[in-house]
């Protein structure tokens, strides 16, 4: 496959970024989205015509597998790209025309901000856990595993919840950068569990508080976190945060 | 409490109460108007007309309303200034009609349609009933019943760009309510798979009843006072 | 390690250790590098009994760790299921899986706490799978006769690192512990004989940082990159393990290589890594190849599809050689019969692979209780390969998953180097020369949360009257960061024309086919001076595009690269001095006339660990041997 790819370029986190545009050749239908920009990569590295090497386009990348939740381009419009609850390098070209024309732009959200190129930090999603999203469990305090029996449906549900990779595509997609399906995500996973009750009304107050300092926007409804997800995580995640944190507000 | 509600759902918390008390009242004044397709002597809307201006309860109810208005517009606009400002880069490329509904990610501007519609309808209407009066009310009075009917039909009849303008409002207001009777739910916590399907259909046929009846009224009496 | 019956050694050993007394664990620092599950579990039981913990991680956030990528389980000897487990069978299966080259104390010690880590991680809110009852629920994993792995879906490594990483989270929210993300160690500072701090690259501003910690903890996992393609994450480094090394850690059993028998197998030159299908397949799945090498032949060239060939005409090669254990041999005795299969002309698609079936089981159990066991891992699969593997067989082949080898540490988790520690996959400890499946992440949470927290402590209760050291003022701090500097400057300076990844491609293939599944002195010898060649070439060829003081990732690849470069050597060097075959190290001179691996107890029970001695030079083997009191040594045998 032969294609054209529109990518954003930025120095670091204050420089003005621009877009530029590739030519690549002899892409595998079969090789994944990643290895196709490791062949750009190569391609700017190598290219004998150009004495001092360009530097390669700095992207976010780890497992491969599309578990470790750090690659995150914005592809054709889509996190992660055309294809349905993937991560992006789970993408592959086959998904593609020859001839195509890709654009590839980096998450964009206040609380993403681009460190460079494709690479956007995302420790905001880290510190709203820090603020709550544990259960307060010293290492030895556990009593036998088997000793608080949980219901097959609700150990389901909770492992829907905690199948969050905390990539940020639902903040990417959304219209207004909105973390709550993250947030609900883990407070519904906690809030499921007999384990996770005990501090589910400190556990609301607080991620929600953080999530609002950070500067992610106002959940409206629209649904295209969930669709945009890699695993697909249900909306009714963010009934329930709601339902927790009004609780804890009005009940308490 | 004041913590809560300066708090995201808080401030949507409070969206969605408003909104759904709106939604009540967008109800009941379409059964009332309802009556004007019923009835073309104009009597039973008159009388209903008359009672819903002079029942002491409605009386009570109505500035609560106009609070739900107030509060409803006031949040929205908050809610969507701050929506404003989290994605200061915008994408080059950006595709969500695969994955969220056009009226879900454009109820500001469904709104602002509905308040301008809401303005002039005031304006028509509940205005004239109510403060400055009009002749084509005085035309008739029986027991003190003013002609409501005949100052509506008359407009309708009278101005085709009414008309027009009044379809276009009932239409906005529909894809409003198609996304927001689910959402409201959702936002106040009340939703799981099987109640989202249920609201949705819900939002359906609320949105349809209500944007069609709104939109039924003024060309049903355009078009029959053309027969 | 201590004296007595195995099976009273760590309670022992808990009773009469020295510990510090709270007042003092607020005045030591404790570098902690990595968050896997060794490193978060660590990092937050020792912020959790008041040390100050410094923790590292070179991804942007610590729950990026390649921990979070195992699928399949976490083994414990909780015996839920009345099926005859206990604590000294999960040991003597993990000594008897790992081809008795383990330490036998390690690993009762390691079957002993692995019933707390599922007690731990249940608290933790890790949604284990459960039974309609509420009870939590197992399945089988290869090397074993019961049921004792715990699962939660096909993500068990993911929800394990998400409660170790929850609890590290509360430390960092409490103050115990400080996070630096995107920071990746460069070097181990040694002063006066004890490991007393590294030196980290700041991944995004190229700042060299000297951090001070009365003791370090590696927890970096393992060095499968070194073979180019692996499970492993595209990060994964074997560098803080191997400048341990250099610095005089010794490194033990490099050459213990797992290769996992179910990946899906490569698709072409411009492949990054591979993918790993969880061996819980091989629970209901069954392998197989064509009896007939026409039929393969013909299936290769796409004249004929699996589904037809009848069942008389295919051989279910595991089922056959290892009727006990049947399609759950362990990791090491599947792969190389797949390979075996595969280079005697059996092979199915490229010619390197073999049928993982599951018709049998959805005829059984019907398609809803397969897709309900490994409905996620269908999706990946079918994602990556492009067929729908409900109706025709999945394509697998051996690829490289774990590396058994690593820092040699003591009963304690202690390196050679007093006050440094390893954990989880980058010490060598417990899994010998073959390692079970879920038996990982039960390692890495065993030592993470249960005994180096303990172990750390008689370390540390001789070192309360050692201040913090301002690393300014001490010069072993400014010598090894400039040694660092110098490094840098050295890559940069050399304005080659090869890319890193091509090096490490070429690095990946001789590994693969000089040290991988199938080794012969010959070859070994001959892959040896191929890496010292290329290792001339990269330090003479290397093109390192881009800055210093910003994101660089190619000069991040460089830098793990030149110390793969040298640890394939010694892996090399490793497998060429154990002239037996065992475990996952399988030379091609010493087997049975079946094709077994042929192990030589007398002279080689031992520990290889290797005492660096230079970069061109030979390392010193140092042997640690082993010997078993509470087990009899045995050949293997799953038939």
């Keep these: 496959m032969d294609l054209t790819l529109k990518v954003w370029r930025q120095e670091n986190a204050k420089a003005k970024g621009k877009f530029e545009k590739y030519q690549i050749k002899n892409i595998s239908p079969d090789s994944s989205f990643l290895e196709m920009i490791d062949a750009l990569n190569e391609q700017l590295i190598q290219d004998d015509k150009d004495p001092v090497a360009k530097e390669p386009v700095a992207f976010d990348h780890d497992c491969r597998e599309g578990i470790c ?45 681009v460190i460079k190129d494709l690479m956007v930090d995302r420790q905001a999603f880290d510190k709203i856990l820090q603020s709550g999203g544990f259960i307060s469990a010293n290492t030895g305090n556990a009593p036998d595993a088997n000793a608080i029996p949980i219901g097959k449906d609700k150990a389901e549900e909770a492992m829907d919840a905690a199948s969050c990779i905390g990539c940020g595509a639902c903040v990417a997609t959304c219209k207004n950068s909105s973390a709550m399906l993250f947030v609900a995500s883990k407070v519904s996973q906690l809030a499921l569990l007999p384990q996770g009750k005990h501090e589910s009304v400190k556990r609301a107050h607080a991620m929600i508080a953080k999530m609002d300092e950070l500067g992610f926007g106002h959940c409206t409804n629209t649904g295209a976190c969930e669709v945009e997800c890699p695993k697909g995580i249900s909306l009714d995640h963010i009934a329930r945060l709601n339902r927790e944190f009004l609780a804890a507000n009005l009940m308490p | 409490m004041l913590k809560f509600l300066n708090s995201s759902i808080g401030k949507k918390f409070l969206m969605s109460l408003s909104g759904l008390f709106l939604l009540t009242f967008l109800l009941v004044h379409l059964i009332l108007n309802s009556f004007i397709l019923f009835d073309s002597s104009g009597a039973l809307f008159n009388q209903a007309a008359h009672f819903m201006a002079t029942n002491p309860i409605i009386k009570v109810v109505e500035p609560v309303l106009a609070i739900g208005f107030i509060l409803h517009i006031f949040y929205a606009i908050i809610l969507t200034l701050h929506n404003l400002t989290t994605r200061p880069v915008g994408y080059d490329k950006q595709k969500l009609g695969h994955s969220s509904s056009w009226s879900s990610r454009n109820m500001f501007i469904l709104g602002l349609v509905v308040l301008t519609f809401l303005v002039i309808h005031v304006a028509n209407f509940f205005w004239k009933i109510k403060f400055t009066g009009d002749e084509l009310l005085e035309h008739g009075v029986v027991d003190g019943v003013e002609n409501a009917y005949l100052l509506v039909t008359t ?3 009278d101005w085709w760009w009414i008309v027009i303008t009044y379809v276009i409002g009932s239409i906005a207001l529909g894809l409003h309510l198609f996304h927001s009777v689910w959402s409201a739910f959702q936002t106040l916590g009340f939703s799981n798979q099987l109640w989202r399907r249920r609201l949705t259909l819900i939002a359906l046929v609320v949105s349809i009843v209500i944007a069609g009846g709104f939109a039924l009224i003024p060309l049903w009496v355009k078009i029959s006072s053309m027969l | 390690m201590p004296a007595g019956p195995i099976a009273e050694k760590w309670t022992k050993y808990k009773a009469e250790q020295d ?3 709270p007042a003092n664990k607020r005045k030591l620092d404790i570098i902690v590098v990595g968050t896997g599950l060794g490193g978060a579990a660590a990092a937050a039981s020792l912020g959790e009994l008041g040390f100050k913990v410094k923790n590292f991680c070179y991804s942007d956030s610590p729950r990026r760790a390649h921990s979070i990528a195992a699928q399949g389980g976490i083994n414990a000897a909780k015996n839920y299921q009345n099926d005859g487990d206990s604590i000294y069978r999960l040991f003597y299966d993990t000594v008897k899986g790992g081809d008795y080259r383990a330490r036998e104390g390690n690993v009762y010690r390691l079957a002993e706490v692995s019933n707390d880590i599922i007690d731990q991680c249940v608290t933790q ?41 929850g609890a590290l989270n509360r430390q960092i929210a409490a103050g115990n512990v400080t996070m630096h993300v995107r920071t990746e160690m460069m070097d181990l500072v040694v002063v006066d004989g004890k490991a007393r701090g590294i030196i980290t690259r700041d991944l995004i501003t190229g700042e060299l940082n000297s951090h001070f910690g009365h003791a370090v903890v590696l927890a970096t996992g393992g060095y499968g990159n070194v073979f180019f393609l692996s499970t492993n994450a595209m990060g994964s480094n074997g560098s803080a393990s191997y400048k341990a090394y250099k610095k005089g850690a010794m490194f033990a059993n490099p050459s213990f290589v797992q290769i996992h028998p179910t990946c899906i197998p490569v698709h072409g030159d411009a492949q990054s890594k591979l993918t790993l299908m969880s061996e819980s397949l091989r629970n209901d799945g069954r392998i197989w190849v064509p009896k007939e090498k026409e039929d393969a032949d013909k299936i290769r060239k796409g004249e004929l599809s699996p589904l037809d060939l009848p069942e008389e005409k295919r051989d279910y090669y595991l089922e056959r050689r290892y009727p006990a254990f049947g399609n ?27 049928y993982l079936d599951f018709a049998d089981a959805i005829g059984r159990l019907g398609k809803a209780a397969i897709e309900a066991r490994y409905g996620n891992l269908f999706q990946m699969y079918e994602k990556i390969v492009d067929t729908n593997p409900y109706e025709l067989p999945m394509m697998i082949y051996p690829a490289i998953h774990y590396t058994m080898g690593g820092t040699w540490v003591d009963y304690e988790l202690q390196t050679t180097i007093p006050g440094l520690f390893s954990i989880g996959e980058a010490n060598f400890s417990d899994h010998g020369a073959n390692r079970l499946g879920a038996s990982a992440l039960m390692q890495g949470l065993a030592d993470g949360y249960f005994v180096l927290p303990y172990t750390i402590q008689r370390y540390l209760a001789d070192q309360i009257g050692v201040a913090r050291m301002n690393t300014d003022e001490v010069p072993e701090f400014n010598t090894v960061k400039k040694d660092t500097k110098t490094l840098i400057d050295k890559l940069f300076a050399v304005k080659g024309k090869r890319s890193v990844d091509s090096i490490h491609k070429e690095l990946g293939h001789i590994m693969w086919n000089h040290v991988g599944m199938g080794r012969t002195a010959e070859g070994l010898k001959e892959g040896i001076e191929m890496i010292k060649k290329l290792r001339k070439e990269f330090w003479e060829d290397v093109r ?22 040298e640890l394939g050597e010694l892996m090399a060097q490793d497998a060429l001095h154990r002239n037996e075959s065992c475990g996952g190290h399988f030379r091609e001179e010493y087997k049975t006339p079946e094709g077994e691996a042929l192990r030589d107890d007398k002279n080689f029970m031992y520990v290889a660990a290797w005492e660096f001695q230079g970069t061109e030079n030979p390392a010193k083997l140092h042997k640690e041997s082993l010997s078993y009191e509470a087990i009899e040594v045995k050949t293997r045998n799953y038939k």
């Design chain 1, 69 to 113: 939740g750090m690659c995150s381009l914005y592809i054709n419009g889509r996190a992660h790209g055309p294809d349905e609850e993937i991560t992006t390098c789970q993408l592959h070209m086959r998904k593609f025309k020859d001839g195509d024309t890709i654009v590839i732009e980096p998450w964009r959200a206040n609380g993403f901000p």
């Design chain 2, 155 to 157: 407009f309708f009849i």
């Design chain 3, 19 to 21: 510990l510090v007394n």
């Design chain 3, 125 to 165: 809110g890790v949604p284990f799978a459960r039974d309609y009852g509420g009870y939590l629920d197992n399945r089988s994993f290869g090397g074993a006769l019961v049921s004792r792995t715990f699962y939660a879906r096909g993500q068990t490594g993911q929800q394990l690192l998400l409660g170790a990483y």
């Design chain 3, 328 to 354: 759950l041999v362990p990791r090491d005795v599947a792969s190389r019969a797949a390979k075996e299969r595969c280079d005697a002309g059996y092979g199915v698609g490229s010619g390197q692979a073999v």
């Design chain 3, 544 to 565: 390192i595009p881009g800055k210093e003081n910003s994101i660089n990732p190619e000069l991040e690849k460089a830098c793990r690269l030149a110390d793969f470069l």
